[in-house]
């Protein structure tokens, strides 16, 4: 191989492994403590589709049952989930990224691997959907 290619292909490499870091890097817009935002819950597809008063009455079910729910996403990879008294713990890292979506592999103990898509709507809000297909908007605490 001549030095021309030699050097070419160590660009290529470089600039995959540059790449390859920046999407598993934990976006800092994701870092932090999210809380169910109950009034961005209308916006919800599911919810969206339904008439007047019964995305009210989803909102307002929803909210009861899924209202002190908070996520925390942490720099070192950990991640906590905290529902109705109930704390799981587990990883997380980026599998893939654009400029509004970002689809996370969470592991947590005793649980499979589950894929989380976050789509980025600010930067204090998201909709996380989860493997289900269940969608819930967050906002930062």
Known sequence: MTAARMAWSGTLLLAWSLQFAACRRPPDELLG????????????PEIAALPPDQQRQAVAL????????????RGD??????????????????????EKTVVLQVTRDEHPPERWTLALRGPDRMTLTVPSGHALVLRRR
């Open 77 to 98: 990879g950990t991640v906590v989930r905290e529902r109705a008294g109930e704390r799981l713990r587990g990883r997380w890292q980026v599998v893939r990224r654009d």
């Open 62 to 73: 929803a909210s009861r049952l899924m209202g002190d729910a908070r996520v925390t996403l």
């Open 33 to 44: 403590e999210w809380v169910v935002d109950t009034e961005g819950l209308a916006a919800v």
